[in-house]
C-alpha cells in the first residue's frame, strides 16, 4: 500500500513552516507514520546543492537544474521509499516552487519544466498540496521581521507577484490536488483551515 505525500508551498513569509508541524501532530495523532522533509534538501547531496542554491548567483536555468538535480536524488532516496512502506510524507516545497519560482520569478520555460517534472517524478505526484496563498506585500512585512534573508528572499515584491501568479496557474491546473489556504488570515484561522482540509479526506 503506498503512502500519502503531502506538500507545502507558498511564498517565502507565507507562514508555511507554523502549519507543517500542527499537520505533523494531527495525522501522527490519527496513527500514520510520518516522514518529514523538504526541498530543495532531504537528502545529504540535496543539502549540498541546497547551500549552492541559496547562496550562489546564478541564472533560472542552473537554478532549475539544481534544484531538479536535487529533488531526483530526494524522490529515489527518501520520498518514494517511504511511500512504498507506507509511509506519510510531508515535504516543505516540491515541484510547484519550480514552476513558481524558476518559471513565474525567473520567466524559465514552462515546458521546459514540465519535461524536467516527468523525468525526474516519474508519474509520481503528491496527493495533496497546501498551497499557503498570501499577498507579497504581508509576506515581506512577516519576513522583515522574522530574520535575515537569503538570497531569494531579498527579491522585489514584482517577483514574489509573478511566484504567486504560478502557484495560482498550477492550482488552476490540478483543482482536487491543490488546496488553497487563506494564508493573511490569523495564525489559528490558517490552521483551522488545514485541518478543516485534512478531515474532509478523513486524514
Ligand atoms: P524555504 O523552503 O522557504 O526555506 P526557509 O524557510 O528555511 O527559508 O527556502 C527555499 C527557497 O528556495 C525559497 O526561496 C524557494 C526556493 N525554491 C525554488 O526557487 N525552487 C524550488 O524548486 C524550491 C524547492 C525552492
Not at 9 to 16: F, L, Y
Not at 91 to 103: H, L, V
Request: net charge negative.
Amino acid at each position: 500500500m503506498s503512502g500519502r505525500f503531502i506538500t507545502f508551498e507558498g511564498i517565502d513569509g507565507a507562514g508555511k513552516s507554523t502549519h507543517i508541524e500542527r499537520v505533523a501532530r494531527h495525522l501522527r495523532q490519527g496513527g500514520a507514520e510520518l516522514v518529514q522533509t523538504r526541498e530543495p534538501g532531504g537528502t545529504p547531496l540535496a543539502e549540498s546543492l541546497r547551500e549552492l542554491f541559496l547562496h550562489r548567483d546564478m541564472d533560472g536555468l542552473t537554478e532549475a537544474l539544481l534544484v531538479f538535480a536535487a529533488r531526483r536524488d530526494h524522490v529515489r532516496n527518501v520520498i518514494a521509499p517511504a511511500l512504498a512502506q507506507g509511509h506519510t510524507v510531508l515535504c516543505d516545497r516540491f515541484t510547484d516552487a519550480s514552476f513558481a519560482y524558476q518559471g513565474g520569478g525567473r520567466g524559465m520555460d514552462w515546458q521546459v519544466l514540465g519535461t524536467l517534472e516527468r523525468w525526474v517524478q516519474e508519474g509520481r505526484e503528491p496527493d495533496l498540496t497546501f498551497w499557503f496563498d498570501v499577498d507579497p506585500a504581508v509576506a515581506a512585512q512577516r519576513r522583515a521581521q522574522a530574520r535575515d534573508a537569503d538570497r531569494l528572499e531579498q527579491l522585489d515584491l514584482a517577483f514574489f507577484e509573478r511566484v504567486r501568479d504560478a502557484y495560482r496557474r498550477r492550482a488552476e491546473g490540478s483543482p482536487t490536488r491543490f488546496v488553497r489556504i487563506d494564508a493573511g488570515d490569523t495564525i489559528e484561522g490558517v490552521g483551522a483551515q488545514v485541518i478543516a482540509a485534512l478531515e474532509q479526506r478523513g486524514w
